[in-house]
């Protein structure tokens, strides 16, 4: 069996490409709890080490820190290496995205431990941000002074990119032209609607990062604890094509943990965590690849 790809709830869940593509387990937390019960979660943890080898789960940041806790104690007290605990600092609907291409890359040749890096690497080339109501609460990306004052202008948006880059515009008036700067390469955006009504996503942006189709998914109910607010648009443009993806990890230098002896690629072992020794690290923080090299691995 391919290793898990597991993620803390349903809705980080989108729908495969094709029949091929595994399912992710959902560590789901029950309604109204901030955790799960503990047996339960042992229970759960140890029949996917027992199908699968291997289990890699993906934490959003905005993750409440007693289920990222939760997470950590069932590790320990499995006494299991086997489990990855990835705490990412994209928005929900990128983790979404990102989760789909690392069931897609499970199928694939790669150990355990690459793949586990892989995340790392991946999220660099995933394009997540969002249209808001408002950004006087939003902590995640630099707000300047008076961005922050033309939020209390009514009928005020807001375009901001998360990730890769930080960017925030404001739409409408003299930004009515502006766009974020996008990915240099195809990609297929995801869009999930929430309590906002905005045409810009699917009739400016995706025009301007010319993206080769726009998928709808349900909004995440982390997103609007991520971006302070409930009136929002996500949207995440990512590479959907399986053999890019293939090509990118498979471009990136791979070492051995010196402390668990798993493969990995980047400076940092996506299971015990461990850096690479500094004899080993090299110039390319994260695994990621310089820009010639990024257009190298992505069009050949």
């Given at each position: 069996?391919?290793?898990a790809?597991?993620?803390?709830?349903?809705?980080?869940l989108?729908?495969p490409?094709?029949?091929?593509t595994?399912?992710?387990?959902?560590?789901?937390?029950?309604?109204?709890?901030t955790?799960?019960?503990?047996?339960?979660?042992?229970?759960?943890?140890?029949?996917?080490?027992?199908?699968?080898?291997?289990?890699?789960?993906?934490?959003?940041?905005?993750?409440?820190?007693?289920?990222?806790?939760?997470?950590?104690?069932?590790?320990?007290?499995?006494?299991?290496?086997?489990?990855?605990?990835?705490?990412?600092?994209?928005?929900?609907?990128g983790?979404?995205?990102l989760?789909?291409?690392?069931?897609?890359?499970?199928?694939?040749?790669?150990?355990?431990?690459?793949?586990?890096?892989?995340?790392?690497?991946?999220s660099?080339?995933?394009?997540a941000g969002?249209?808001?109501?408002?950004?006087?609460?939003?902590?995640?990306?630099?707000?300047?002074?008076?961005?922050?004052?033309?939020?209390?202008?009514?009928g005020?948006?807001?375009?901001v990119?998360a990730?890769?880059?930080?960017?925030?515009i404001?739409?409408?008036?003299?930004?009515?032209?502006?766009?974020?700067?996008?990915?240099?390469?195809?990609?297929?955006?995801?869009?999930?609607?929430?309590?906002?009504?905005?045409?810009?996503?699917?009739?400016?942006l995706?025009?301007?990062?010319?993206?080769q189709?726009?998928?709808?998914?349900?909004?995440?109910?982390?997103?609007?604890?991520?971006?302070?607010?409930?009136?929002?648009?996500?949207?995440?443009?990512?590479?959907?094509?399986?053999?890019?993806?293939?090509?990118?990890?498979?471009?990136?230098?791979?070492?051995e943990?010196?402390?668990?002896?798993?493969?990995?690629?980047?400076?940092?072992?996506?299971?015990?965590s461990?850096?690479?020794?500094?004899?080993?690290?090299?110039?390319?923080?994260?695994?990621?690849?310089?820009?010639?090299?990024?257009?190298?691995a992505?069009?050949?």
């Amino acid at each position: 069996m391919p290793t898990a790809i597991a993620v803390t709830a349903p809705d980080l869940l989108l729908p495969p490409p094709d029949q091929h593509t595994p399912p992710a387990a959902v560590l789901q937390t029950p309604q109204g709890r901030t955790t799960r019960p503990l047996e339960a979660s042992l229970s759960d943890m140890h029949a996917l080490l027992e199908r699968h080898g291997y289990v890699i789960v993906l934490c959003p940041s905005s993750l409440p820190s007693q289920a990222l806790h939760r997470l950590h104690t069932v590790r320990g007290v499995l006494e299991s290496d086997r489990i990855a605990l990835l705490d990412l600092d994209l928005p929900p609907l990128g983790i979404a995205v990102l989760a789909l291409q690392l069931r897609q890359l499970s199928l694939c040749d790669f150990s355990p431990g690459v793949l586990a890096s892989a995340a790392r690497l991946l999220s660099h080339y995933i394009y997540a941000g969002a249209v808001l109501n408002s950004v006087t609460k939003l902590d995640r990306v630099p707000v300047s002074l008076k961005q922050h004052a033309k939020s209390w202008v009514p009928g005020s948006q807001f375009a901001v990119l998360a990730s890769p880059k930080a960017q925030l515009i404001r739409l409408g008036g003299a930004g009515q032209g502006a766009s974020l700067e996008g990915p240099g390469f195809a990609t297929r955006l995801v869009l999930a609607k929430g309590q906002l009504q905005s045409d810009w996503i699917a009739n400016s942006l995706a025009r301007s990062w010319q993206v080769q189709g726009i998928a709808e998914a349900p909004l995440p109910a982390e997103s609007a604890r991520w971006w302070a607010t409930g009136k929002l648009l996500e949207f995440a443009a990512a590479i959907p094509d399986i053999s890019v993806l293939y090509q990118l990890v498979s471009s990136v230098k791979r070492e051995e943990c010196h402390w668990c002896g798993l493969e990995l690629i980047g400076d940092r072992c996506g299971f015990c965590s461990a850096p690479l020794k500094q004899h080993e690290n090299h110039s390319r923080p994260n695994g990621v690849l310089t820009p010639g090299d990024q257009r190298k691995a992505i069009t050949s």
